[in-house]
């Protein structure tokens, strides 16, 4: 059997957080019969039978970067009648919302993106993001954003028919709950018995444990009054002590058996370089009319599996055939899921073409594979002029990494000058090498070796803690949102050509702490 990267299923009607290991944030899910369907970051699609194994199935990046709407953040899915809708903002400059529509959600194809305009403001100057479609009971559609404000929407949900109002006041964030601010976000919503439930985020998703929150607000008509839950927040991280940090931007699910869950992100404490991870829950419903998370669920022990779900093949292979590209997401630049014409999948491997003169303005490739603690080992050929390596990357000043070039190994950590000193380097008289990097307690270290087998360290390693969002690397790196430390490979040189004969990611301790 083909190992894969983590999987929650503990294989005894358990699963243990996360969903998915990685920088996998703002999920939007639905179901549909027995299938769950659901978007996160890079408009990749993913499928389930049983909320807690994934399998990706496409991307639509292709698509929406010729419309200028390349790099979508906290989407939205949505289906009436027999049309499917995704909602999204996208273009880091232009924070353009667009809309797709298909009659298959599992084969496509997508309507090209609808370009509904640029994101609204309030009179506070807040901007209006993060789109939920929702209808009334007269199958009217409406558009909810940030801050509680609302766009009534065409019949066919492509255009706006009106500017939008603010139904409900923020939610009272208590002051013993340290946040960046207020930020109302994330709505998404759900119709039972009588009323409209809607969720929202609120804290800030990128700041202090405690940040990140769940609150709930219910209403008869979608135009309010709404009303607060009395049981906010629904999910909340009270103590930087806790595992699970800044906990927030949630979407309801129900399963075919009635059962409830909620799916949001997450920081995992100690690994903020790993991402906002997929985190899921179980809610119940109370006499009064309200959900909650029960008072026995606790995040990081193990929950009790969905009834009656059936499994599909989890995430991505951990040692991945080079003779192609895979899965959705499964190889990423840094900047996109596309894989650029200077990476090229063949018989004996993976070709790269080199660029720039350090891994920062390499341009490396990715892996889509996270780990509390993991070893990453590949197996190189270089021609002259041409280095490559292994790497552990989150932005292009944020990144670690061990390469061969022209008879000599180096490594690499973030803009450090000395690392380029020969005293640092270790000469090879091969152009064939084998690298690893060994992941463990925020630590990456660096290897070589002719065979595989018997390994070297140079005693040249990067510490990886900062590597991560919560130390600003969105605001010096704005062209993605994908800010999680991946292993990946890369080439660098002013000539020839660099191959990848082997690639493989060896799991050190499967469980999170």
Known sequence: MTLRTRCADQGNGTYVNPILFGHYSDPTILRDGEDYYMILGEA??????????????????????????????????????????????????????????????????????????????????????????????????????????????????????????????????????????????????????????????????????????????????????????????????????????????????????????????????????????????????????????????????????PKHGKKVEHGYPLCPDLTNSGLADQWSTPLSVEITDRFSFKNDGLHMTPQGDELNNSEPLLYSAGYISYEVEAEFKVSEG?????????????????????????????????????FNLREWNSDTIFLKIKYVGNVASHWYSEDGINWTKLNICAYVAPYCAQAGLLSTFTEVQKIWLRPGVFSYGDKGEAVVKSFKVIPLDEGVK
């Open 386 to 422: 041409a280095g490559a390596g292994l790497t552990l990357f989150s932005a292009p000043h944020a990144c670690c990494g061990i390469a061969l070039k022209d008879g000599f190994i180096r490594c690499f950590d973030q803009d450090k000058p000395l690392l380029k000193k020969r």
């Open 44 to 305: 990749v699609f993913w499928h389930s039978q049983d909320l807690v194994n994934w399998e990706p199935m496409y991307s639509l990046y292709d698509q929406l970067k010729k419309y200028d709407v390349q790099h979508p953040w906290a989407p939205d899915l949505a289906k009436h009648g027999d049309t499917y809708y995704y909602y999204a903002f996208a273009n880091s400059k232009k924070h353009l919302l667009f809309v797709c529509t298909t009659k298959d959600i599992k084969n496509g194809p997508w309507s090209d993106p609808v370009i509904m305009g640029s994101a609204g403001f309030t009179e506070e100057g807040d901007e209006l993001i993060d789109p939920a479609m929702t209808f009334d009971l007269n199958g009217k559609p409406y558009l909810f954003m940030s801050k509680n404000c609302v766009y009534p929407l065409s019949d066919d949900g492509l255009s706006y028919t009106g500017d939008f109002i603010q139904v409900a006041d923020d939610p009272p964030v208590p002051d013993t709950h340290e946040i960046e601010g207020i930020y109302t976000e994330g709505p998404k919503l759900t119709y039972r018995n009588g009323y409209y439930y809607l969720m929202v985020a609120a804290g800030g998703t990128i700041g202090p444990a405690t940040a990140h929150g769940v609150y709930a607000y219910r209403a008869k008509d979608i135009m309010g009054p709404w009303e607060l839950s009395p049981y906010n927040p629904i999910v909340h991280t009270e103590s930087n002590k806790e595992t699970w940090w800044t906990k927030g931007h949630a979407s309801f699910i129900d399963t075919p058996e009635g059962e409830w869950y909620i799916l949001y992100h997450g920081v995992l404490k100690d690994y903020l370089e790993q991402g906002r991870m997929l985190l899921m829950e179980p809610i119940e419903w109370t006499e009064d009319g309200w959900f909650r998370v029960p008072a026995w669920v606790k995040t990081d022990a193990p929950l009790p599996m």
